[in-house]
């Protein structure tokens, strides 16, 4: 990463459960994030951008690793985050970087460094040890397929009108601990140190839904892109949607999901949140100005996952859906990459740690399976395309589920259950399922031989499991104990 023979410092924000299509930079016309406009306009936007796990813990691990979820034996928002995995805080670390976490980073188990120098604001992260907490969340694949095993539904509430949240992630993000640490420690940093590799995770626009009046009154008079289903469309496709729709309780809150008014309360508090989260961005890009970093410090930003936001009547992340996997990615480092720069080939986030690693010169793994975005960000020019896999074997499924995407076809594949193509190119909103038909069964194939030589479902089920049992019985015995 040189600039005047100087490595450059690297600024990763992340956000969660924010889709690529909220996002003014991929065509929303709203206006709640004009300083992801601005870093767009100054640097390169990934239009096609995909987390590896539509869920937060694994899809974090993932990205600090640039491995597979399953590789890693992070199945759920319980599985613990083994500490023989090299991420960015060793890789960056080794190549003369100082690394620092700031906000949430979903590690779960004793090890919260991962290789990091410093973890700020570490008490606003969540199941960040092996406590009862922790333990509820390990999940089991042997529940009947209705319903929620647990007997509490902890994110409905989030999806109807609410008068009143104390949402303590928000006030995280906002003024008490994360983003007053973020400032702070950019604030700090002055020409001459050693380079920074500095992740800033906010919760936002993460559910329980809710932000001050103020940002919500933005948007109440502006057009929403709110949820429509065609008549005579059956958007429930399989056991997957199926399983998650009854593990979110669709069905017994889509009276109050699908209303008109709710869905517009739900649209002007999310982008009153967008708006807020994007503020906060443009107050760090104005640290690193203070201090005359601007020039020197490579900037990006992506969200963990998506949301679907009730369309096709689904809520929440988990789906291989495009409102649920296709997420923003936008880089900026002035004067070296490519500015105003639009990339379409399909990406993932298991790129971004080759990626910075070439940028610094830093060694890796052998054997990761992300590719460097290096000349995309310094020339503009497309990478070689390549298939894109994404995985969950979560909460609320009950067996190994698999994607394959390439181009614009994406091959779902649950095993023993079903199998999915969609086109989204000429089907957008994936309502036609194109598996059984005769043009497309070549590319079907294609896909589900690369996916099945890459991953064995049969010995994922069997380890995540295995964990899961484990985890329960541990649980268990510290239950007991106390």
Known sequence: MATQNAKSNVLLIMCDSMAADFCSAYGDATGATPHL???????????????????????????????????????????DFASEWPTFGHVLGAAGYETTIVGKMHFVGHDQWHGFDHRVALETDYATGYDAASYKLAYDWSWPSAGNPVGHNWMGPSYVQRPEWDHFPLHYDRDELIHKEALNYLKDKQSGQSPFFCCVSYHAPHNPFWIPEKFRDRFRDQDMPLPEVPEGIDTCHGPMDQWLNDFHYVD??????VTKDNLRWLYETFYGMLYDLDQRVGELMAALKANGQTENTAVIFVSDHGDM?????????????????????????????????????????????????????????DDLPGISLRSSLETGSEPDEKTIFCEYHGEGVHAPCLLALRGDMKFIYVHEQEERLYDTQNDPDEYQNLINHPAHATTAANLKRELLERFDPQQIADNAIRSQKNRRFIHRCETNRS
Not at 252 to 257: F, H, T
Not at 332 to 361: F, M, N, Y
């Open 37 to 79: 406009h601005e870093l767009a306009r100054r640097g390169v936007t990934f239009d096609r951008a995909y987390c590896n796990s539509p869920l937060c813990t694994p899809s974090r691990a993932s990205i600090m690793t640039g491995r597979y979820a399953s590789d890693i034996r992070c199945f759920d928002n319980a599985s």
């Open 252 to 257: 017994e809150i889509k009276d109050q999901l």
């Open 309 to 365: 936001m009730g369309h096709r009547g689904m809520i929440q992340k988990r789906y291989f859906y495009e409102k649920s996997i296709r997420v923003p990615m936008i880089a900026a480092l002035p004067g070296t990459w490519a500015q105003g720069v639009r990339i379409s080939t399909p990406v993932s986030l298991i790129d971004l740690l080759p990626t910075l690693a070439d940028l610094a010169g830093a060694d890796i793994p």
